[in-house]
């Protein structure tokens, strides 16, 4: 047994100083290894990381993915215009109404940018867009992108990034309780996806508002929860055109679904809640809600222009 012993001892220790003599170390695969800069990649340094501490995240990440859902990336032409958009009509409309510094301290330090829907049959719903903590927003079918249509980029895209951001504003500072009064007892969580109207593209002016808007809410998703309520009213209020809020007031007027008859009616509760809305803005952010609006609806008009400039800049980082 000693000899054994012995012997297996002896060849252990020749094993061990061949090996050790003769691996190549390589290096380590736990390093992540650096990517060439693009231009595109120059000029999101540019107009994102630098001026806002934001990284500006188009290559998706499996890390940083739901993977819940079935998603797959932007597409490179997508990405570029939904990062040129992104700062003229949401980082550069705060800039210019409430100061320059203002999302340095307060916006967001990633927009992560996925190519299609999170979608969940189960609920008929989709995920347009979400806000983890105040730090990354994350938004979705970002390949259906069309530069030139306002009304289709507004509804799945512009009033998402607004109503994304006011999540991170209402984290920071509360919103009045009282807004969750007016319309106490009509939140669904659970089912307000049947008070929406499937017969009609999401961004049409006119559209069946009558499940939702006579109870005080301007959206089926703004009757899921007050919170929800609260984000949905401001977003929607700066990216909707004065055609489409009229059409929801005429309807908010009406009789409820189940014939209820709202104090003051929906159509004045939805004012109400405006107002509070813009109470709360200029008190606790020094944001005026109507210049915000008027901001992004001046700009609106020039959005072929604006992507046509960010082209440009990026082409000259190459």
Same mark, same amino acid.
């Given at each position: ?18 090996? *050790? ?7 380590? =695969? ?7 800069? %693009? ?17 500006? &995240?188009? &290559? ?65 719903? &989709? ?14 079918? *970002? ?37 969750? %009064? ?24 006119? &559209? ?25 009213? =401001? ?25 209820? %008859? ?11 809640? =405006?107002?509070? *809305? ?41």
């Amino acid at each position: 047994m000693k000899k054994i012993l012995t012997g297996l001892l002896l060849i252990t220790l020749i094993f061990s100083q061949t090996s *050790c003599s003769e691996d190549e170390f390589t290096d380590s =695969i736990f390093v992540e290894k650096s990517v060439d800069k %693009t231009a595109f990649d120059k000029w999101l340094d540019a107009n994102y990381l630098e001026p806002y501490n934001l990284d500006f &995240r188009y &290559r998706m990440q499996d890390a940083g993915s739901n993977t819940s859902y079935n998603l797959v990336p932007t597409k490179l032409e997508k990405s570029e215009e939904m990062a040129i958009l992104a700062k003229y009509l949401w980082f550069d409309v705060y800039g210019e109404v409430v100061n320059e510094d203002f999302l340095k301290y307060y916006g967001p330090r990633m927009i992560h940018l996925i190519g299609s829907a999170a979608y969940n049959p189960n609920q008929r719903t &989709r995920i347009l867009g979400t806000a983890e903590g105040g730090i990354k927003v994350t938004l979705y079918d *970002c390949n259906q992108l069309q530069a030139d249509n306002i009304a289709f980029n507004n509804e799945y895209y512009f009033h998402t990034m607004h109503h994304e951001f006011m999540h991170i504003l209402h984290q920071q500072k509360a919103y009045p309780k009282e807004f969750e %009064t007016l319309s106490a007892g009509y939140y669904d969580p659970m089912y307000w996806q049947e008070r929406d109207d499937d017969s009609t593209p999401q961004e049409a002016v006119i &559209r069946d508002h009558s499940q939702y808007a006579p109870l005080g809410f301007v959206s089926a998703y703004a009757s899921s929860q007050p919170r929800e309520d609260f984000v949905e009213t =401001i977003s929607l209020y700066i990216t909707k055109s004065d055609d489409w809020w009229n059409e929801l007031l005429r309807q908010a007027a009406l009789p409820g679904p189940n014939g209820e %008859t709202m104090p003051g009616t929906g159509a004045g509760i939805i004012e109400e809640k =405006i107002n509070i *809305c813009k109470k709360w803005l200029l008190e606790r952010w020094d944001i005026n809600l109507d210049s915000l609006r008027q901001n992004v609806r001046e700009r609106q008009l020039h959005v072929n222009e604006a992507v046509e400039k960010g082209k440009a800049e990026i082409d000259s980082y190459k």
